[in-house]
């Protein structure tokens, strides 16, 4: 069943992206706004705080290995915010190290899925979409 | 020197307490000669534990620099991809190859720094203490769905074959199990022409033991491989000559984390190819131990301190060499010459590829503990001799 409301070009879709690498989130604010997808990037857990509540995106593209927050951190805070819906957006975590640990690890802290650097354009985009189809039809 | 027979008497009285007891009637110099033994022991431990340590600090470096490389790798990459969608190619046909050569070598580059990272994780010690249950049938069907963009791309034909009656469970390491899959189903598209089929199969084949053995097999319609060229392809680097000259991109590594993951499962990888018409691999994973076969092992745990305990010898060198016949009768080489056997042991443990049994390690492993138990040793380490 497909639902045009989905589709990035009908309803733009909000992604907020956490990153400390500049290049890294230039590239993906790049690739995910040719899509249609409205994007705001941030360069550490600290301003995600601040951010999403403003943002409200409907995914969280979130990097594992930061200085001071690390990526786990920032998705632990978020699954325990108080907000409901900011709660159980969809989170993607993009990882270096794709050693199982690490993996099973943001699984576990409530991760929905990971997308192992370096990545193509085509698999970030088919993850994301992915991801905003299967919380589209978890109710969201 | 007069406290000597109290604190070996003390000894005494504590390895009876530690469960085996037996050795506390042994004759005083056989005694003797299995403390020395023990002290050998000791010192080989450290050692092992010294080769883990370099194990782990390398592969924490090959961890690290993996993920230093990725980083920028990301950026190339990913901005090569972003480019792509910007230039007009149609007016301009040399940058279209120029972007080729970059699409190619993008390719090649996440593959080479995946296979590395995967590479070196064979070489962390007792790896295979992390195994689990792994459902083949499902490792299969994500490497199917993850490979879709390449299967859609060719229009391949794709046949998944298996009984809907019967369980593909294996003991295993997940993650490794579903690289192996991915590179051996990655292989049949890579090297298949548009429109051919690929066969996937699951089977459970009976084997005269009563151990069963699950096969996974990918039949691919594709170039083949040389017959010459069969026992190499899994060789670190090799790529197989008419690979090359078609033309068809690669690293050389697939098969070789695939050789791998198999010696780490104790299992089999068997190839069988026609040039030109295309090739099978199998791999051939055993099913879980049967009853039998776990009966026999303990019955050999039990040989073997038996053997130990009775052993009449007048020197070291006798007793190491009584205790090579006794643990090669048993199959328990690693275990019969402590010393050098158990660091060469520790080096075969990074070479996965040695490893013919699993069970025999952790048979080794547990006699080891037996051995420390039974001993008279002290805190530090050393034994106490009257």
Same mark, same amino acid.
């Given at each position: ?12 879709k ?23 997808y409205?994007?705001l ?7 995600i705080?601040?951010?999403?509540a ?17 990526g ?5 805070s978020v ?62 | ?21 037996i ?6 110099? &056989?005694?003797?000669?299995?403390? #020395?033994?023990?002290?050998? =022991? ?8 010294? =080769?883990?340590?370099? /194990? =782990? ?12 490389? *990725? ?12 480019l792509?969608t ?5 007016s301009?046909?040399?940058?279209d ?26 070489d962390?010690?007792?790896r295979?203490?992390a ?5 083949l049938?499902?490792i ?26 019967d369980?593909?469970i ?19 598209? &890579?090297?298949?022409? #548009?429109?051919?089929n ?24 594709? /170039? ?20 090359v ?5 690669g690293?050389g590594?697939g ?18 190819s026609?040039l030109?018409?295309?090739?099978t ?9 049967s009853?039998?076969a ?26 190491? #060499? ?12 690693e ?10 042991l520790? *080096?075969?443990?990074?070479?996965v590829?040695?490893?013919v049994?699993?069970?025999t390690? &952790? ?6 503990? *037996?051995? &420390? ?8 380490g ?5």
């Amino acid at each position: 069943m497909k639902d045009e409301s989905q589709t990035p070009a009908a309803v733009p879709k909000r992604i907020l992206v956490v990153d400390d690498n500049a290049d890294i989130r230039n590239l993906i604010s790049l690739i995910l706004t040719s899509e249609s997808y409205e994007v705001l990037v941030v360069e550490s857990g600290a301003e995600i705080v601040e951010k999403i509540a403003l943002f409200n995106p409907d995914l969280l593209l979130l990097d594992i290995m930061m200085p001071h927050i690390s990526g786990f951190e920032v998705l632990e805070s978020v699954r325990s915010l108080p907000n409901a819906q900011l709660s159980s957006i969809p989170i993607v975590m993009i990882t270096a190290k794709s050693m199982d640990a690490d993996v099973e690890r943001a699984i576990a802290l409530g991760a929905n899925s990971y997308i192992v650097k370096p990545f193509r354009a085509v698999v970030l985009k088919q993850k994301i979409n992915s991801e905003l189809t299967k919380g589209a039809h978890d109710g969201r | 020197m007069g406290d000597k027979p109290e604190s070996a008497q003390h000894k005494i009285r504590r390895s009876s307490s530690t469960g085996s007891g037996i050795l506390a009637f042994l004759a005083p110099a &056989k005694r003797r000669r299995l403390h #020395a033994l023990a002290k050998e =022991l000791e010192v080989a431990n450290r050692k092992v534990t010294e =080769l883990e340590s370099l /194990i =782990l600090s390398k592969n924490e470096f090959i961890s690290n620099i993996s993920h230093e490389l *990725r980083t920028p790798l990301t950026s190339i990459i990913g901005y090569v991809d972003v480019l792509s969608t910007k230039v007009e190619f149609e007016s301009n046909p040399e940058l279209d190859d120029i972007f080729k050569v970059l699409d190619r070598n993008a390719t090649i580059l996440i593959s080479l720094v995946q296979s590395l990272l995967a590479l070196s994780q064979f070489d962390s010690p007792n790896r295979s203490e992390a195994f689990k249950a792994v459902n083949l049938l499902t490792i299969t069907e994500d490497a199917i769905f993850i490979l879709r963009s390449e299967i859609e791309k060719k229009r391949i034909s794709i046949k998944l074959n298996f009984d809907p009656e019967d369980t593909f469970i294996v003991e295993g390491d997940p993650g490794l199990i579903s690289q192996a899959c991915i590179n051996l189903i990655a292989n049949a598209i &890579k090297f298949s022409s #548009a429109e051919k089929n690929i066969e996937i199969r699951l089977i459970r084949e009976a084997r005269t033991d009563k151990q069963s053995t699950i096969c996974f097999s990918v039949r691919d319609q594709g /170039i083949g491989i040389p017959p010459d060229e069969i026992s190499r392809i899994s060789e670190r680097y090799y790529r197989a000559s008419n690979a090359v000259s078609d033309h068809v991109s690669g690293t050389g590594l697939g098969l070789t984390i695939v050789a791998k993951v198999v010696a780490l499962h104790n299992a089999q990888l068997k190839i069988e190819s026609t040039l030109g018409l295309g090739t099978t691999f199998t791999v051939d994973f055993p099913a879980q131990l049967s009853p039998v076969a776990t009966l026999i092992l303990n019955r050999k745990f039990g040989l073997l301190a038996e053997a130990i305990e009775g052993i009449q010898v007048n020197d070291q060198r006798e007793l190491k #060499a009584k205790l090579h016949e006794y643990g090669g009768a048993l199959g328990f080489y690693e275990f019969a010459e402590f010393g050098e056997e158990l660091l060469s042991l520790s *080096r075969t443990l990074s070479d996965v590829e040695k490893i013919v049994d699993s069970q025999t390690l &952790k048979a080794r492993d547990q006699l080891v503990v *037996r051995m &420390k138990e039974a001993l008279p040793i002290k805190e530090t380490g050393e034994a106490n001799v009257e």
